[in-house]
């Protein structure tokens, strides 16, 4: 054996929640299915937008019934949405959304690709999509996936010939699903991607249509079908003891960040796609009609199929070891392939097979959950054959440089435990989603690594590779380093094994704002992944700024462990922007990075490194008033916000408003869609609007408009229609309309240049109707659309004011957007003109 170093690290960092990330272990029935799909030469491609896009029946029945080898391409990660089970945003949601897909995948027996495309948030229009998007690019990805998954059939599950019709990033993916049909097999187009793959031609190509793509089920029934295929895909599968759409309902309640949480169904269902390249079946039920699906398909596979056929047909369920024999012979028939596709592809399915009917059991686990480059960690290998056959572990290597010529025999039920000791190289890169390593753009990410476009995650840091003799005729067997642990109250648990930096950094607030001149003490925490960390930590900052000291000293005994370190950063007088970013010093190196850990029980524990870094702005801002009540909606950072720049925020309880209690408030705020999802602020309108009556200030912010309204007849004083109008471009023109009224005058002056630098839209759901007691203050409108004034709007009330806002400050103050923190403290000070004097204005 090779040398095995000792070094000693006695703190598990493990965490809180981890996944049972077990590996497979297959039951003869699962062998059994397994060697169906080996034994089909046919591969679909369905393709959207988004993760939950996907019809996981049409997968499912794919993959599970026909026995294709069956993949979903998700143009996006799905960043821009929202998530109700934690507090993943953006770029991290896409890290959750992506693992989502994967454990869909793993239920329904899909695999999975994306492109660079990001989901940058709502678009009405394909021709934005496209243009946010990098058009080239992410055509050139579809085209990449499709030239290395060679499908037969592509399925889109939007209609390519309705843009406008839903969101943007829908109707994109099928126009690009079609353009990429043909590019993929022209030698001119992107020909670079030839070096590493060749051209492909799919046979033909779908769209998934159903109903709802009619406006009605009756609709549907009139519509012209003589282009559609359709199938039943609510099948049985005694092997498996689920129906199909059972699997279907499992696979898709594993978006549960969308909330897609619900029952399964069963019973017999229609599925219907519609034809839009290629030729059009005979056979309606049958897809790859046209397509050669036995091995005779490929040259040289007429042999492997013979071997492997008459396997499936007297498949021993009680003994599949029996089949050993000729599964081998299968695989060294199919060695002689000349199509690279189809024998590595068949290869690494006959391979799983081989070591599934042998009940061989081959892992290798880190001791640890995670090292760092130059770091060293023990592993545990655990080799174990089950069944009678002659196996002998010839080599065993983790790195290309471990040599280990031992030759054990592996004998019956006869366990071998090895340790060895894996010494990280340094310039080993770290464990982390490998599309956030560089910064991207509004529409893509940026991957430097060509090699990497198209693959749902970042590869494992190690696999361990066995190469084993099975009587006579060798078979590498690759598997991925993962950490093996329990715990008392979860029993046994998997999670990846990590390559992490030795020191990473934690500041609790992404945007610090100053409304004045003072002084703010920036927390920053390091965490250790390293024992014995010591090194220097400091803050880098814009030149303007001031912070002190200029380096502080640290030492962090046990890896895992956590410091925290106090800055004081003293801002310009004059107004001023830009970032913050603590930089770390051990010896020679230096740690510029955050770790954020994303665990939950559904899919494996992620861990990301982002860059750490928080946004400092200096406002000139003025403010009247400063106790405010907020009434909490579906969740939002405004009151965080309001209190960064000096406001005191009292959370309002809506079942304790009583005639008199709100009169303490310099304003009352409603949080976003308050009205949609607390139920008891209808019975409280109507002191709240008393409030109004009597001086008080109320600001609404958006709410949905739903069919059947918000259920309440007096969300306003005055007549108000919300509607669905919303801005999505962030940057769109915004023209003051009403110059002189308050709103835009005191106590800050607007101007159009407020609207600079907004981030992902304007606003949602804005009114479209009031009663002329309104004053609307703005006018803006997407390209192409006429321009709307609902916004925000205003009416005096007795002696106050109530304000409709659609505006998307639950976006915009967190971001630290100042034009949005202006027009805010304008609405909070509106009225005070009058009934104070410029001496009570707080600066
Ligand atoms: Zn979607």
């Not at 010591?534 to 502080?552: R, Y």
Request: glycine fraction near 8%.
């Amino acid at each position: 054996m090779r040398k095995i170093l000792v070094f000693f690290i006695g703190i598990l960092m493990t965490s809180l929640h981890a996944f049972a990330q077990a590996p497979k272990k297959p039951t003869s029935s699962e062998i059994y299915h397994s060697l169906q799909k080996l034994n089909f030469l046919g591969t679909a491609l369905y393709i959207a937008a988004h993760p939950d896009d996907e019809n996981t029946r049409l997968i499912s029945y794919l993959s599970n019934n026909v026995k294709a080898k069956t993949a979903y391409l998700s143009l996006t990660r799905g960043d821009g949405g929202q998530n109700l089970i934690g507090p993943e945003l953006r770029e991290l949601l896409g890290v959750l959304r992506t693992q989502e897909l994967l454990a869909a995948r793993r239920v329904d027996g899909g695999e999975q690709f994306f492109t660079r495309a990001n989901d940058f948030g709502y678009s009405k229009h394909p021709d934005e999509t496209l243009t946010i998007w990098n058009k080239k690019d992410v055509l050139g990805d579809v085209v990449w996936v499709i030239r290395n998954l060679k499908p037969d059939v592509i399925i889109n599950r939007f209609d390519h010939r309705t843009p406008g019709s839903t969101h943007g990033h829908h109707t994109s993916s099928a126009m690009l699903s079609v353009e990429a049909f043909d590019m993929a097999n022209d030698e001119n187009a992107y020909p670079e991607q030839l070096t590493s793959t060749t051209t492909w031609q799919p046979k033909r190509a779908f769209f998934n249509t159903s109903w709802w793509f009619y406006g009605s089920p009756e609709n549907f029934e009139k519509a012209d079908k003589s282009k559609m295929l359709n199938f039943d895909i609510g099948v049985y599968y005694p092997t498996k003891g689920l129906s199909n759409n059972e699997i279907a309902s499992m696979a898709s309640n594993q978006h549960l960040c969308q909330g897609f949480g619900r029952v399964t169904t069963r019973g017999s269902q229609n599925e219907y796609i519609e034809l839009v390249k290629g030729s059009l079946p005979n056979d309606e039920t049958n897809i790859f009609e046209g397509v050669n699906t036995t091995w005779s398909r490929v040259s040289g596979g007429k042999a492997v199929g013979e071997i492997l056929y008459a396997i499936e047909k007297s498949f021993d369920f009680i003994d599949p070891a029996k089949h050993l024999p000729n599964l081998l012979l299968a695989y060294k028939k199919l060695q002689e392939v000349p199509d690279a596709h189809w024998r590595n592809l068949k290869s690494k399915e006959l391979k799983d097979i081989i070591v599934a009917v042998s009940g061989l059991y081959l892992e290798a686990s880190a001791q640890e959950s995670s090292t760092y480059p130059g770091g060293t960690v023990k592993i545990n290998v655990e080799v174990l054959n089950r069944s009678s056959a002659k196996i002998a572990l010839k080599s065993l290597s983790i790195l290309e440089d471990y040599e280990d010529g031992t030759n054990l025999n592996l004998e019956e039920n006869k366990k071998i435990n090895l340790e060895l000791t894996l010494n990280v190289p340094e310039n080993m890169s770290y464990t982390s989603p490998y599309w956030l390593a560089e910064k991207g753009s509004l529409g893509m990410y940026t991957v430097a690594d060509k090699s990497l476009i198209g693959k749902p995650e970042t590869p494992h840091a190690f696999m361990a590779t066995f190469e084993l003799d099975f009587e006579g005729f060798s078979i590498t067997i690759e598997k991925p380093i993962v950490h093996r642990y329990s715990k008392p109250d979860k029993g046994e648990l998997y999670q990846p094994f990590e390559i992490l930096p030795q020191a990473t950094t934690h500041l609790t607030d992404k945007v610090v704002i100053f409304a004045d001149s003072k002084a703010k003490d920036i927390p920053v925490t390091i965490r250790a992944g390293a024992s014995g960390l010591k090194g220097k930590i400091s803050l880098e900052h814009p030149q303007d700024w001031q912070v002190t000291p200029a380096a502080i000293d640290f030492t962090i005994a046990e890896k895992g462990d956590q410091q925290t370190v106090i800055f004081t950063v003293v801002p310009p007088e004059k107004e001023s922007e830009g970032t913050i970013a603590p930089v770390v010093s051990v010896g020679q190196k230096t740690y510029s990075q955050e770790l954020i850990e994303i665990a939950y029980d559904h899919v494996p524990t992620q861990s990301v490194l982002l860059s750490s870094e928080s946004k400092i702005v200096r406002l000139n801002i003025q403010k009247v008033g400063e106790n405010i009540g907020y009434i909490v909606g579906a969740g939002d950072e405004v009151p965080e916000s309001l209190e960064q720049i000096g406001y005191k925020v009292h959370t309002i309880d809506p079942n304790n408003i009583q005639p008199g209690t709100l009169a303490k408030y310099d304003a009352i705020v409603v949080g976003i869609r308050a009205y949609n999802v607390v139920d008891e602020l209808k019975f409280k309108q109507r002191h709240l609007l008393d409030y109004v009556n009597e001086g008080g200030n109320l600001i609404v912010q958006y709410n949905t408009a739903s069919r059947r309204g918000l259920g309440i007849d007096n969300l306003a004083p005055y007549p108000l229609k919300l509607s669905r109008d919303r801005v999505t471009e962030e940057n769109s023109e915004v023209k003051i309309l009403a110059k002189n009224h308050s709103m835009v005058n005191f106590p800050n002056p607007i101007t159009e240049k407020d609207f600079d630098g907004w981030v992902q839209e304007r606003g949602l759901y804005f009114p479209n109707e009031w009663g002329p007691e309104f004053t609307p203050i703005l006018s803006m409108g997407d390209s192409g659309e006429a321009e709307k004034q609902g916004s925000l709007i205003v009416a005096p009330y007795g002696k106050g004011n109530y304000i409709y806002t659609g505006l998307s400050f639950f976006r915009e103050l967190p971001a630290g957007v100042s034009g949005a923190y202006k027009i805010f403290a304008n609405m909070l000070s509106i009225g005070k003109d009058k009934v104070e004097n410029e001496s009570d204005i707080k600066g």
